[in-house]
Structures are given as structure tokens and as C-alpha cells.
């Protein structure tokens, strides 16, 4: 197993050391090999996707990312802000579906910020479409068009999809609501756009092939309305890049803190890049405070989905689950009545249940 690691910015290499902790103590063997992604490669080549990190992302089997970005590049030329190099890694490597997980431990219950009879067993998974939509949609830009007889700035972007990207992503959402409770939402907003009743088409017209599993159609708009309302209503689903980069996060903050949620991003062969849902989080970095179990858990996700590991993944899920029970919390997590924990000591405890479970 070649793993390519990606430490990147903020609090990347904090939470990245941890999850690779937790790797090697499981007896597996793998090569792992890291380089720059996103501002540390901005400030160290000039450039947020270096050739070098191409050539070795290419030849890995799975790529392992910590969190891009951070204020200090906010005024660069958007080509070479720290978020380019990510754009720019999952389209090199065909990334074109994000599982984002949204669970909720039972003891981050009270850590929502919904009641907690309205979240209680919440398990959802987001499965977004990553390579198309409005976010690599030609033409974009910004330029001055002549309007009312004036010259405006005029900023541009397109939505656009085809159906093969469509009908790929689709599929990817009923295998993997044939695998949980067989329940599949697609979100659009037909209304408005047609792209997205070419959307609602191609979901319509897959549907027959999986009879086990219930299709249903919702607007973007009102999906997030009832993610906030009644969020266990869903099982499993599945929109385009801009909508599900806005829903997935959502959905993270019913489970109590987005430094929870681990998340995969995969190609047709099963080859992936695994990374928390969460941000650089400049603030706290170097200070021993960011949460590394969405890291341990993307982890967990990468074994699973690119290595067929399901025993490992297990292990991995299970040792968090047991570090929750005992009561440790980093800040993000932290409630009265629980042990408030660094990044290094939490990374500790996984590995003490990781031994203890075996």
C-alpha cells in the first residue's frame, strides 16, 4: 500500500501525525511518503499543486490530506490561493465522488446545537459529485461587458453537467444506499435550473436498475430546511458539487462539531483521497488543541474504501467510539462532566483502545 501523505496548512500536520499514529500501530504494511499541498507549497515553490506532489499523488494508491488554506494567502491571485491545489488534485486524479459521513456518537448528543430527541441516532451519508458543476463549469471569470451604455464588471461562472457524470455519481449513490437502509434522496432544484432536471432525469432513469433501493427527489432549498428540521428522515444522499459542498456542511453541525467528520473522495477504481471535513483552523494551530478523530476516521475510510481493510476500519471506528465512552474531548467537543484533552493525548487514547481492543 502506497500512501501518499498530504499534510498541508494550519493544524494539517498536527492531526495528520496523529492519524498516522494510529496507521502504523496496526501492523500493515505500507509506504507512505509525503509532500506539499495547498499554502506550505505556495510559500516553500510558489505553486499550491507542485509537480513533484503530482507525480507522487499519481503513483500512490491513496493520498492522505490533512486542511488547506488559511487568511494568510487570501490575498494572493485566486490561481494560486492553497484551495487551487486541491481543486487541482481531485480533478487530476478523477475524484468524482465525496462520501461525507454525518454520525452522531451518542455521547456528542448534547453537543449538537439541535435538540438532542431530534438528532438522536443520526446516520447520514452525502454522497457529492466533485469534479463538475459551477465550480469547473467553462466560461468563468470576471470581465467588462457594456451595459446601459456603460462599461460594468461582470463576474461569470457556469453550471453545467453532463450526463455521463451524472449517471457515474448516481450509481455510486444506490451501491452505497443498497448497502445501508435503501433509502436514496437526490437533491436538485428543477424549478430554476435545467441542468438539474437533466439531473432529475438521469436519477429517474437509473432507478429501475436498483429496485431495492426508494428514490426520491427534493429541492435544494428545502433539503436544508429538513436537515434542520427532521435530519433522520434521510439515509442516503446524493447532489451536485455546489449544493452538496453546502449540505455536507450543514449536516456536520448536526452531529456537534465538524472535526467529527472524516470524509473520501474516489475515483471509478476505488483509488481515493481521504480528509476531515474540517478547515485549517489557523487559530488554534500549533497549540495542541485541534480534534484529530475525523483525520483517524478518514483513516478508517481510505482501509475501507481503497484497501478492502474492513477488519482494520473497524478497529479504528471502534477505538474512537471507546475513547468517547471514557469521556475525552478536545475543545471543539468539550462539555462540563467531560475530560478536556489535547491533540496529542486524544491520538493517545485511540491508541491505547486500538491495543486494548485486540
Not at 451595459?147 to 457515474?168: A, K
Not at 432549498?221 to 451536485?240: C, E, H, K, S, Y
Request: negative net charge; aromatic residues 4%; glycine residues 10%.
Amino acid at each position: 500500500m502506497r500512501i501518499c501523505v498530504l499534510p498541508g496548512d494550519g493544524i494539517g500536520p498536527e492531526i495528520i501525525a496523529q492519524a498516522l499514529r494510529v496507521l502504523q500501530s496496526l501492523d500493515l504494511e505500507f509506504e507512505t511518503e509525503q509532500a506539499l499541498l495547498g499554502g506550505c507549497a505556495v510559500d516553500a515553490v510558489g505553486d499550491p499543486f507542485p509537480e513533484a506532489t503530482r507525480k507522487l499523488a499519481l503513483a500512490a494508491d491513496a493520498v492522505l490530506l490533512g486542511a488547506v488554506g488559511g487568511p494568510k494567502w487570501d490575498a494572493l491571485p485566486r490561481e494560486l490561493r492553497p484551495e487551487r491545489g486541491l481543486l487541482g488534485i481531485r480533478k487530476l486524479l478523477g475524484l468524482f465522488a465525496n462520501l461525507r459521513p454525518a454520525v452522531l456518537y451518542p455521547e456528542l448528543a448534547n453537543a449538537s446545537t439541535l435538540k438532542p430527541e431530534v438528532v438522536a441516532g443520526l446516520d447520514i451519508l452525502i454522497v457529492r459529485e466533485l469534479t463538475g458543476d459551477i465550480y469547473f463549469g467553462q466560461p468563468r471569470g470576471i470581465e467588462t461587458r457594456e451595459i446601459d451604455g456603460l462599461p460594468r464588471r461582470v463576474g461569470v461562472n457556469t453550471m453545467i453537467y453532463s450526463e455521463e457524470e451524472i449517471r457515474r455519481i448516481g450509481k455510486v449513490a444506490f451501491e452505497a444506499a443498497r448497502k445501508r437502509q435503501r433509502k436514496l434522496c437526490s437533491v436538485d432544484k428543477i424549478n430554476v435550473l435545467e441542468t438539474t432536471q437533466l439531473w432529475r432525469d438521469v436519477m429517474n432513469e437509473l432507478a429501475p436498475a436498483y429496485p431495492d433501493v426508494e428514490l426520491t427527489h427534493m429541492l435544494v432549498d428545502n433539503a436544508a430546511m429538513q436537515l434542520v428540521r427532521a435530519p433522520r428522515q434521510f439515509d442516503v444522499i446524493v447532489t451536485g458539487n455546489m449544493f452538496g459542498d453546502i449540505l455536507s456542511d450543514e449536516a456536520s453541525m448536526l452531529t456537534g462539531s465538524i472535526g467529527m467528520l472524516p470524509s473520501a473522495s474516489l475515483d471509478e477504481t476505488g483509488k481515493g483521497l481521504y480528509e476531515p471535513c474540517h478547515g485549517s483552523a489557523p487559530d488554534i494551530a500549533g497549540k495542541d488543541a485541534a480534534n484529530p478523530l475525523a483525520t483517524i476516521l478518514s483513516v478508517a475510510m481510505m482501509l475501507r474504501y481503497s484497501f478492502a481493510l474492513e477488519d482494520a476500519a473497524g478497529r479504528i471506528e471502534n477505538a474512537v467510539k471507546s475513547v468517547l465512552k471514557r469521556g475525552l474531548r478536545t475543545g471543539d467537543i468539550y462539555e462540563p462532566g467531560t475530560t478536556k484533552v489535547g491533540t496529542a493525548e486524544m491520538g493517545n487514547a485511540v491508541l491505547e483502545a486500538l491495543q486494548e481492543g485486540r
